[in-house]
């Protein structure tokens, strides 16, 4: 049988860092073919070169066995080659249909798009088909990230693709809303196609891949392989070279109260509820895990403590002063500081350097200046320490953030709000997109902050997660607190009130 997509001896560098260094790879069709290797080995590289956005320095790529030279996106979707991005590529001020017809206008010859009512209808048919549901006329803005991916899976299924790469697609999702998309793709793969997952969960590639490829630093190092003939322990050694350490951990007691959560309410622009009557208490040196189901009210919770929002009622306390509209940088003046989830939104100016994305948080920071002046070579010099210590592979001071791979990106903004002092650190799903040894990585800085007496707020839709590091559980759903627990916690009774069970 001829292998629906094929990689031989592909090289690819960036200013002359190899990012694939002689990778190869092959999916058939009819399979769901399980891409995996840590944060920065090349995954994303090597399939925007299936879907034209790279040209490999060497090597041939093959699509249905014959050699192609994808020099566009056109052309790869002309191939059949459709993909979902880790970052969405959608207009968020445009409405679904919208959208799929500016994609499908730009892929057919000029004069020949379809009208927009044409599009509606099509998405309509594709969706059902598909049994995704999404309402054309919604605009992307006002979409969960779950909603904004089908539209992505709907866009590339209308353009015909037959060989369907979806990157990180469950690392945005839920449990349910996970599990949902795998049983889509092995359907898809059940009709012919070729589903390509690049994933960081070993549980998906047990449950749902019929094929596994691992890559490590730019090169394969394990192809095609069955995944039934292989334990959890050698495929995370394939990934990394050694196995990860399983993480166990004593509840710690907990100082004073450093943060505290009074009837918290707040309605969302459309005028729905995103915060009902919470209150939270965060103790010195403890670690409050908030387990939700994505969209009830985490975001807003978050951006209320960022400074972002303003509340309609209630208040909180930092270290026993009470702050009625506190300004971002007011809060983090009083050590609050914060991971957001929307890195690129929050966290991370893509066309600033590494350099300048670390210095924002610590202007007030002594150490790199003060009155004004900003000390560029002491910045340097702690982006520096911070690149080696949090591991931010193909990071140099002057890279721009924008370029640096999914993984990498957060790493930095957690070792940008990691360095320094702080009180409060609040955590919204920091280790979304990260491998398994980041993820242990990012799990020890938690536990050391909380050894030096921080407050942690974790924020996850990882219920895992949760569990593994918090010494309280908070759980809410639509907007209210609906259970507290102390460690150690049973999952089931988390995971019950997590979907609105009581
Ligand atoms: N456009 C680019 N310019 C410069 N370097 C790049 C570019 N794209 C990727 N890289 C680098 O190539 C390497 C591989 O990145 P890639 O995005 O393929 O990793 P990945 O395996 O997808 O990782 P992750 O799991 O973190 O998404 C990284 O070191 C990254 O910084
Ligand atoms: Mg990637």
Redo the contacts with the bound molecule.
């Keep these: 049988m001829t292998a629906a997509l094929e990689f031989h001896g592909v090289h690819k560098s960036?200013?002359g860092?190899p990012?694939l260094v002689d990778a190869f790879f092959t999916a058939e069709r009819g399979e769901v073919h399980a891409l995996l290797?840590?944060?920065?080995?090349?995954?994303?590289?090597?399939m925007n070169i299936a879907c034209g956005l790279y040209a490999p320095d060497h090597g041939v790529v093959k699509v249905d066995g014959v050699s192609a030279v994808i020099d566009g996106p056109l052309a790869a979707s002309a191939l059949g080659i459709g993909m979902v991005h880790?970052h969405f590529k959608l207009v968020e001020n445009m409405t679904v249909a919208e959208n799929v017809a500016i994609c499908h206008m730009a892929s057919g010859p000029a004069g020949t798009g379809e009208s927009l009512n044409a599009v509606r209808k099509r998405i309509g048919d594709v969706s059902r088909q598909i049994g995704f549901e999404i309402d054309p006329d919604r605009r992307i803005d006002t979409l969960s990230v779950s909603e904004q991916q089908r539209t992505e899976i709907i866009k590339v299924m209308m353009g015909g693709a037959e060989i369907l790469i979806l990157d990180?697609p469950t690392a945005v999702l839920t449990d349910e809303e996970s599990l949902r998309l795998l049983d889509q793709l092995k359907i898809f793969a059940g009709q012919g196609k070729s589903v390509v997952l690049?994933t960081?969960k070993l549980r998906e590639v047990f449950s749902h891949a019929d094929k596994v490829t691992v890559?490590r630093a730019g090169k394969t190092v394990e192809a095609g392989r069955d995944p039934a003939q292989l334990t959890p322990e050698e495929l995370s050694r394939l990934m990394v070279g050694e196995a990860a350490e399983s993480e166990n951990l004593e509840p710690r007691a907990g100082g004073d109260v450093v943060l505290e959560l009074k009837h918290l309410s707040a309605q969302r622009a459309n005028g729905t509820t995103a915060l009902d009557d919470l209150s939270i208490e965060l103790r010195a040196g403890q670690v409050y895990g908030l387990a939700g189901v994505g969209g009830n009210g985490q975001t807003e919770l978050a951006e209320t403590l960022m400074g972002l929002r303003h509340l309609e009622t209630g208040e909180f306390s930092l270290g026993g002063e009470m702050l009625k509209r506190p300004s971002p940088r007011a809060l983090h003046a009083r050590g609050l500081k914060c991971i957001p989830a929307e890195r690129y939104i929050y966290g991370l100016a893509g066309d600033l350097s590494v350099m300048d994305n670390f210095a924002v948080s610590h202007l007030n920071n002594k150490k790199f200046g003060s009155l004004g002046w900003i000390n560029r070579r002491a910045i340097l010099r702690g982006t520096q320490e911070a690149i080696e210590e949090y591991d931010i592979?193909?990071a140099t001071p002057t890279t721009r953030a924008r370029?640096?791979?999914?993984?990498?990106a957060q790493k930095l903004v957690l070792a940008r709000e990691m360095t320094g002092e702080s009180r409060v650190l609040l955590a919204h799903s920091p280790t979304r997109?990260l491998?398994i040894r980041a993820c242990a990585a990012v799990h020890d800085y938690l536990r050391s902050a909380c050894k030096k007496g921080v407050a942690i707020l974790l924020i996850s839709e990882d219920l895992d997660e949760v569990l593994a590091v918090s010494d309280r559980v908070g759980v809410i759903n639509k907007g209210r607190l609906v259970g507290e627990f102390d460690a150690p916690v049973a999952r089931d009774a988390v995971g019950h009130l997590m979907v609105g069970h009581a």
Excluded: P, V
């Design positions: 960036f200013d860092n990012a290797g840590e944060n920065g080995a090349g995954k994303s590289t090597l880790q990180e690049i960081h890559m592979l193909g370029l640096l791979s999914g993984g990498n997109g491998d």
